[in-house]
């Protein structure tokens, strides 16, 4: 046993870490909550040419996945730097296609997934969200409905969220594209996938925060110290890291799961799923405390990772939900 | 990454659970905490001693198994599983025996380790003072020299299982003049039966008499029991301080039985509509995987040649707050029957909830405070800067 990431998967977190420092994130982020999606369609470009979206795709669809692990390890970063649009629908999406076996559908939508030509949106049981997310941004979005599977043909009116990043729209229409019992099994796998990408993407945005909260705290005095030096912030920042700590290797070992097809799997990913939402959604609450004000005003950039936290937690399955599927006989 | 055992552990854990199934008591033992339950304790350590699986992580030569950490979580799941006795030995094997297999002499080893294992010798930590406990560079108590040794002075308390134990460690402060508080300490190691060496048991908080305080009047010591260099302790203290917060005194094991036992009572009784408590019974039962997820990472990280430091203050909080809330989750889910404490003929699972309640009540404070621990945290793993405490 070693239950510990392995130098090639640490290094292609680093490499996205990088590639996404550089990239500027909040300047994508402010531009997608506009509405204008060019910059963050030219950042996903990048990503799919680092491989994230292959990592969901099998090989023989020109994929390299699937790879839960490494998926794990890829949306961590993605959620550390706040990566706007349909990430985890996309990859859910290929989940789904994958299981429903070989077909028209398989082969043109898996490529241009893996390639990242295509965006595509999921709305689906797993969420018990009657909302697709950035339907309007997206090429496609898929609809599981029961035991069908349709592509829809138009959407509804954008609703806003509370974080502004995220398009919520009701898919409507549509062709069917699949039917049956395959479809409703597809559709589960599907929702663990999506489960576990959130999951990764809380624990990303909570590491962030939290990282960014510490450097605040070291900079700014009041009576005349850092206020990190004062008991209340430090013990404040310590329980924060510890619940990120501990979310972590839930969340690989859900990661394993799932590669191993474990029965188990599906607790798992609800584990993982509840501790990573809970303890992203603290560091918010910890971040916006220790900020004081300025934490509370939009231009920081802070606020795109603040108003995230919320929606990631409840996304894909609700903290009560996961804990009902823990408990699940 | 992976989580899979290989077959080697898998046959170690059948023959752990085999021994356990065999020779686990079927009616728990009374109490450790008191004295008939201390003598019952002490024969079952003989008991494991005797098919050594009581120190299974030790080598061969002092009656362990050479085990690799990895095989002795695998025997801590498998003992708390099998719902077998609490450890009465645990303080020596937990606290000293690393400390002697770090900065013990060879002749040490071979005096002291042995009867620990047997059961023969039970040992109680001797390191809080009246005005000392998480702060122990405001120690007291004194180590002066003599001919051939030590004499003891002053009054240490709270001592874990001293009011039945055979012999303590701890540190003394050996030279006053030192120019820093935490300098100039000695670790030593004294039989609570020497002359001028009084036991007072204290009553603790669930009315078991325990723990002690020790008044020392000269008590001699000799130079062979002193661990390390005299004037050393503090650094010597500091390894065995790691262990006692995080992964040998607290192996997930006990607290993922304990989920186990916690959803059983849950199932047996709950009020399914009742989501509140259902929310809680699921986060014990996470809180109890990531803490074994959480040690299994720091074992591959152990087994790949990294020191685990600060990173123990992490289990320190987290475990001793899991075992809170698993004992208060179920003290809820007992409604009426919560408060009957062990004793009590009619108290569920023989008391052992109410039990394990009140002693989980003390995890926060000691092993060093989670005050201190998050202190730790902060300054250590996050970089804040130090302050007013």
Known sequence: ?329 | MDLEFSAAEDAFRAEARAWLAAHVPDTPLPSLETAEGFAAHRQWERTLFADRWSVVSWPEDYGGRGASILQWLIFEEEYYAAGAPGRVSQNGISLLAPTLFEHGTAEQRARILPPMASGEAIWAQAWSEPEAGSDLASLRSTAVRTDGGWRLSGQKTWSSRAAFADRAFGLFRSDPDAPKPHQGLTYLMFPLDAEGVTVRPIGRLDGKPAFAELFLDGVFVPDEDVIGEPGQGWRVAMSTAGNERGLTLRSPGRFTAAAVRLTALWRGQADPSDTALRDRVADAVIGARAYQLFTYAGASRLAAGSRIGAESSLNKVFWSELDIALHETALDLLGPYGELADGAQEAPSHGSWAEGHTFSLAGPLYAGTNEIQRDIIAERLLGLPKGRR
């Open chain 1, 1 to 329: 046993m070693r239950f510990l990431l392995d130098d090639e998967q640490r290094e292609f977190g680093r490499t996205l870490d990088g590639l996404l420092e550089a990239a500027g994130t909040p300047a994508v982020v402010r531009a997608w909550a506009a509405g204008d999606t060019a910059p963050g369609r030219a950042l996903w470009a990048r990503l799919a040419e680092a491989g994230v979206f292959a990592l969901a795709v099998p090989e023989q669809h020109d994929g390299l996945g699937p790879l839960p692990v490494e998926l794990a390890v890829a949306f961590g970063e993605l959620g550390r730097h706040a990566v706007p649009g349909p990430l985890v629908e996309t990859v859910a999406a290929a989940a789904l296609l994958d299981r429903l076996g070989d077909g028209d559908v398989t082969r043109t939508w898996l490529p241009q997934i893996a390639s990242g030509k295509a965006v595509v949106s999921l709305c689906g049981p797993g969420a018990s969200s009657p909302y697709a997310l950035d339907a309007d941004a997206s090429d496609a979005v898929f609809v599981i409905d029961g035991d069908t599977l349709r592509v829809a043909d138009g959407h509804g009116p954008v609703q806003p969220s509370l974080d502004p990043a995220r398009r919520l729209a009701r898919p409507h229409g549509g062709t069917v594209l699949a039917h049956g019992p395959q479809v409703i099994a597809a559709a589960a796998h599907a929702a663990d996938v999506a489960a576990l990408a959130t999951a990764a993407q809380a624990l990303g945005l909570g590491r962030a925060l939290l990282a960014r909260t510490v450097g605040y705290v070291g900079q700014r005095t009041q009576f005349g110290v850092a206020i990190g030096s004062f008991q209340s912030v430090k013990h404040r920042l310590a329980d924060t890291l510890i619940a990120l700590e501990f979310a972590e290797p839930l969340l690989h070992a859900a990661a394993l799961a799932l590669a191993t097809a474990d029965p188990a799997a599906g607790r798992e990913i609800a584990a993982a799923k509840v501790s990573a939402g809970e303890a992203a959604y603290a560091a918010a609450r910890t971040a916006l405390q220790l900020h004081g004000a300025v934490g509370y005003t939009e231009e920081l950039d802070l606020s795109l990772w603040i108003r995230k936290a919320r929606p990631l937690r409840d996304a894909w399955g609700t903290p009560a939900a996961c804990r009902d599927r823990v408990l699940a006989p």
